[in-house]
Each structure stands twice: as C-alpha cells, then as structure tokens.
C-alpha cells in the first residue's frame, strides 16, 4: 500500500501498473468533493444479537440490527471511542451505523469506493495525529474527513489497486481461518495426549 499510494508531497507512486506508467500525476482532490459525509443517528443499545442488517458502532466490531440507515457503498470510522483514527470499514449494501460513526458514501461517478476505503484507512490516522498536539486522540471532527486531501488516478487504475489490495485481503482472511483452524487442531490433539490432571487414578 505503501509503494502503490504516492509519498507525503508527491503525486505519483513509487510503483505502478506498466498499462498506467504514462498516465502522469494523480489528481488532488479533498473527501467533501468526491464523496458526502454525515454522521449516524443510533445509539449502541439499538443493536440486536440477531440483526438483519449490519451495525457499525465505535469499534472495530461489527455488531447487527433490524434497522437500515443506508443502502449502497460506503466507508464507515469510528469518530470517538476506542482505536480511533484506526477502525475502518467498507460496505456495500444495507446497513446502519452509530451517531458518532462517520459515513463516507455517494462518491462521485469518476471514483472508485473500494480504492477511497484503501486510501483512507491508509493515510487517516497520520492526518488524525498531526491535527491534534495529544499522543491519543479523544474524537474525530468533520473537517477532519471533509478537508482531507486524497490523491486519485484515472478510475480504471483505481479500479485496479483496488482488485489488487482486495484479493490479497481475502487471501488473508483465507489464510488466518486455516491458522485458527490448525489452532484448535493442536489444542484438541494435546488434550488427548496429556494426562487430565483433575482425572482421579486407581
């Protein structure tokens, strides 16, 4: 992500896809101009363990309820709480969210939600920090988000970063469930092979 996003005070990037390697500088344009942003308008007692629809509350888990603010793409931060700066997630389809949860969505024809979602979780937590003088941060405010500089290519190479970085998510959300499988494999096989210490012998 790092090679594939241009540096701090460029606009191209060190590594690039050899079909856009003459396609010039990426355009700088602020959040407010390629997508809205708002906030949500429930509150965490509104989750239910049984939900229809997701429920982005001020974490990195994703709770469920029977409600749906939105329905479409999206990009969801937590805006106060726990790891804020650092909880993003990425949707397209039906959902709510928590009144101190910001919502990215309605992007522009000319932008590529998936890419903004990479780019955004890439670089908002070090605009987060240089925006406060504190090592923590108490809470997010819209200006934060609205004001923030994103610099976008063409839409087909945004597409294309955006297919990249997926796949490699999902190879790692593959490759984490057969380490947690292989986890309980072995604590399944060491409570066969050692003696259950509270197992009273003759």
Not at 13 to 32: A, C, H, L, Q, T
Not at 42 to 69: A, H, W
Not at 159 to 180: G, H, P, V, Y
Request: glycine letters at 6%; charged letters at 25%.
């Amino acid at each position: 992500m790092q090679l594939l996003f241009p540096a701090e005070g460029e606009r191209t990037p060190r590594v690039r896809f050899g079909e856009f390697e003459d396609s010039g500088e990426w355009e700088d344009k602020n959040i407010s101009e390629i997508a809205e942003v708002t906030t949500g308008n429930k509150d965490t007692q509104n989750k239910m363990e049984n939900g229809l629809y997701p429920f982005f509350v001020r974490s990195q888990t994703v709770e469920r309820i029977n409600s749906f603010s939105y329905e479409g793409e999206a990009i969801l931060t937590s805006g106060d709480g726990v790891g804020v700066g650092k909880n993003f997630h990425y949707i397209n389809g039906k959902f709510d969210f928590h009144q101190r949860v910001y919502c990215i969505f309605n992007f522009k024809n000319s932008v590529f939600g998936k890419f903004v979602f990479y780019y955004f979780s890439e670089h908002f937590n070090k605009r987060v920090m240089q925006l406060t003088a504190k090592n923590s941060v108490d809470s997010v405010r819209m200006p934060m988000i609205t004001e923030m500089p994103t610099y976008l290519p063409s839409n087909k190479e945004q597409q294309k970063i955006a297919a990249t970085l997926s796949s490699l998510d999902d190879l790692i959300t593959t490759q984490t469930q057969k380490l947690e499988a292989l986890k309980m494999h072995k604590k399944g096989l060491m409570q066969q092979l050692f003696p259950n210490p509270n197992h009273e012998t003759l």
